[in-house]
């Protein structure tokens, strides 16, 4: 039997030591939904191991195939060209290892679930959502791509019952959290809540965070960490890269 592609899930990295413990986590639960399946975790900085020296000690053990997720919630920078680039390299350097890129986490109806979760565990009862505006707090990007997904997600959110859900970044883009907590206020909404849009600790959610403390939020939201949504929504993002991949050149 031909052994499925080993799932490198790409994280950015951060000198926060509560990513890459978020990341691992994260890995860990995806490992626990399908046993059998190895999962390794490689970082673009800061952190170790490099999605290279990864990548050189799987090739160096003799694995053929790797499908590499990015561990991304929209389609930016990273995703378009940090990860490609980085990959891109390894290819010419390991021309027995065949290297396929899978497709970002967002959007997806899992995230929302996530999401809400993480609101529910704040403190948010399923009765509140018709008194509550909800600030969806992403980490921020300068791709217009990106925060227009972002304004998407708040405005399909906001129909499935919530008063209000406005899109706010952490950096690059406007508004910020605290402002956009003070917009709510300033049109009457009684109860506001803060879901960060971002998958690990570090410092732009810390920036998220502080925001939402500065403007006087009702309720702050954790990150989506290793949430079983988001481990399921990896294994997805996986098998839908593995259908594919017949149809994709190796050198995409």
Do not use: N
Not at 109 to 132: F, W
Not at 219 to 242: H, K, M, N, Q, W
């Amino acid at each position: 039997m031909t052994a499925s592609p080993v799932l490198l899930v790409v994280a950015h990295g951060s000198r926060d030591p509560r990513h890459a413990a978020t990341v691992t986590a994260l890995a860990e639960r995806v490992r626990s939904l399908r046993p059998g399946l190895r999962v390794e975790t490689g970082f673009l900085d800061f952190c170790a191991p490099s999605v290279p020296r990864l990548l050189d000690r799987l090739a160096a053990e003799g694995v053929r195939e790797v499908i590499a997720l990015p561990l991304l919630l929209t389609r930016a920078f990273h995703a378009k060209s940090d990860i490609p680039g980085v990959l891109r390299e390894a290819r010419s350097r390991l021309p027995q290892l065949r290297i396929e890129q899978a497709d970002v986490l967002g959007p997806s109806p899992l995230l929302t679930t996530a999401l809400e979760q993480r609101l529910y565990e704040a403190g948010i009862r399923p009765g509140d959502r018709a008194s509550t505006g909800v600030v969806l707090a992403s980490a921020g990007s300068s791709d217009p791509e990106a925060i227009a997904v972002i304004a998407a997600i708040a405005r399909e959110w906001r129909h499935t019952g919530w008063c209000a859900v406005r899109p706010a970044f952490a950096s690059a883009s406007f508004p910020r959290t605290a402002d956009a907590v003070r917009a709510l206020r300033a049109d009457g909404v009684r109860r506001v809540a803060v879901a960060p849009y971002v998958i690990a600790p570090g410092r732009l959610p810390d920036r998220i965070a502080a925001g939402a403390r500065e403007a006087g939020a009702d309720i702050l939201a954790g990150v989506l960490g290793p949430a079983p949504e988001l481990a399921r929504l990896l294994l997805a993002r996986y098998d839908e890269s593995r259908t594919a991949r017949p149809l994709m050149a190796l050198s995409a």
